[in-house]
């Protein structure tokens, strides 16, 4: 803390400044606590919703990551004109690791075993998924969980009489093939990224998984990869982490408020 002396005619007082440098520490202890309260709160997130989706035919569990960008920022009258702050995202990325299989007696549920995502069409373009909890429209078209059509040879195929799916990804209508189920993967360099209703988008380009590859156990469904008790130890993580921020954030604000309030105090 800095003091500077102040004379009127004989007399003379102590008046108590603000030190700078201490004020910025406790500004910039501040920022740093409320980012990493908001990388938890986001984590939390995270998490809750594989927990939610604990119980979901093929599901991949979200694994968060955390990154740091620049971002503008407007300038300070110390600074003047405008700059560039590090702040933190937080982003996730679906797990790549297989379920148990679930028996449903459906004949045309499907599960994939090893290397492979079914390709689904929507209105936002192709993507991927491991459910393969399918079902049939009124005209027959086989539909993925989110309502979607599940491709075969690259487009929507429709089942007439009984559907049925044999190993190497044959749709059969009756005795009659009418297709193969169209499986992919991310090419080398290519990430999946969740869009919601178990489906993901593929940032880069996707390949065909060689038909010799194919592994596909029909009357079963992948169950989802989340393992619900280290989902709920990572949450008590994030919660504590969570509240160390918090505690670390009312400290340098307490100080702040502490040096601000002795600003200007006069002492004869």
């Known amino acids: 803390m800095a003091w500077s002396l102040i004379t009127w005619g004989d007399e003379y007082c102590v008046v108590e400044q603000r030190d700078s440098v201490r004020e910025k520490q406790m500004i910039k202890a501040l920022q740093s ?40 920022t407007a ?31 459906n004949a045309l549920d499907a599960a994939i075993v090893g290397d492979g995502y079914f390709l689904i069409e929507t209105p936002d373009g192709e993507m991927l998924s491991r459910d393969g909890n399918f079902t049939l429209n009124a005209q027959g078209e086989l539909l993925h969980s989110s309502g979607y059509p599940v491709l075969a040879d690259g487009g929507a195929i429709a089942i007439q009489q009984q559907g049925s799916i044999l190993p190497d990804g044959t749709i059969l209508d009756g005795d009659l093939v009418v297709g193969r189920l169209s499986l992919v993967r991310p090419a080398a360099g290519g990430e999946l990224r969740s869009e919601g209703n178990n489906l993901s988008s593929i940032a880069g380009e996707i390949e065909e998984v060689p038909a010799e590859e194919i592994n596909i156990v029909s009357g079963h469904v992948e169950g989802s990869n989340v393992d619900a008790i280290e989902e709920m130890v990572r949450m008590i993580q994030a919660f504590r982490a969570y509240e160390i921020a918090q505690k670390v954030t009312q400290a340098a604000d307490d100080t702040l408020k502490t040096a601000v309030e002795r600003v200007g105090v006069v002492r004869a």
Do not use: C, W, Y
């Not at 405008?82 to 937080?90: E, K, R």
């Open 75 to 105: 300038g300070t009258a110390e600074t003047g004109g405008s700059g560039l702050t590090p702040q933190l995202i937080v982003d996730s990325v679906p797990s790549t690791r297989g379920g148990a299989l679930q028996a449903t007696g």
């Open 33 to 72: 606590g409320g980012r990493a309260m908001q990388v938890q709160a986001q984590r939390h997130e995270i998490i809750a919703n594989n927990l939610a989706n604990a119980n979901t035919p093929g599901f991949k569990k979200l694994i968060g990551r955390v990154n740091s960008q620049l971002a503008s």
